[in-house]
């Protein structure tokens, strides 16, 4: 197994169905459950522990995806607001170190939690052209919002899969 990429790369196969779309919310809606299980228990040594060498902690992790999702949820009504947004990307190795990824994860998940609740409920509520609109990532080019749900139900499956992965070697 790739400890750096557990469930592999993001790849994007064809043109992504309505059903496949549908599986994609429904990811993104378990996460804030499955994060806050896969945590549960952890002692601020395991919390500190990286799940590979020059990795980040799990703390660091659990924090980063709230970072990160706010970030895509904010990009997701930029694209559905104006046209063709130009978004700003963010440094998320630097952001991993600032002090407040230091915090108890508890901040985290309610965080991640309440943020979910409202990505889903307006991914849901958004009509099949609504997930045609896009923006624009100053690296990544043009992104429909169709791909970035995918591109974020994996990124939340990948995140997981290191805190799990890493329980699962220590036997924690």
């Known amino acids: 197994m790739n400890i750096r990429y557990p ?9 992504p169905s309505t059903k496949t779309v549908e599986k994609w919310i429904g990811e993104i809606e378990k996460l804030p459950a499955q994060l806050e299980e896969a945590v549960r228990g952890l002692n601020d040594e395991q919390l500190d522990t990286a799940y590979r ?3 980040w902690t799990v703390r660091q992790v659990v924090h980063h995806l709230a970072d990160s999702h706010l ?3 904010t990009r997701f009504k930029l694209a559905l607001t104006e046209t063709n947004p130009l978004i700003k990307p963010y440094e998320e190795g630097e952001w991993a170190q ?4 230091t915090m108890p994860v508890d901040v985290s998940l309610r965080l991640i939690a309440s943020l979910h609740s409202r990505w889903v409920y307006l991914l849901r509520s958004m009509k099949q052209e609504d997930f045609e609109r896009r923006f624009q990532h100053p690296e990544s080019g043009e992104v429909t919002l169709k791909e970035n749900v995918g591109i974020y139900a994996w990124h939340g499956r990948h995140h997981l899969a290191h805190i799990t992965s890493l329980c699962s070697r220590e036997g924690w």
Do not use: H, K, R, V
């Open 7 to 15: 469930i592999g790369p993001f790849q994007l196969e064809g043109e």
């Open 53 to 55: 060498n020059e990795g």
């Open 71 to 73: 970030n895509s949820y």
């Open 98 to 101: 600032l002090p407040d990824s």
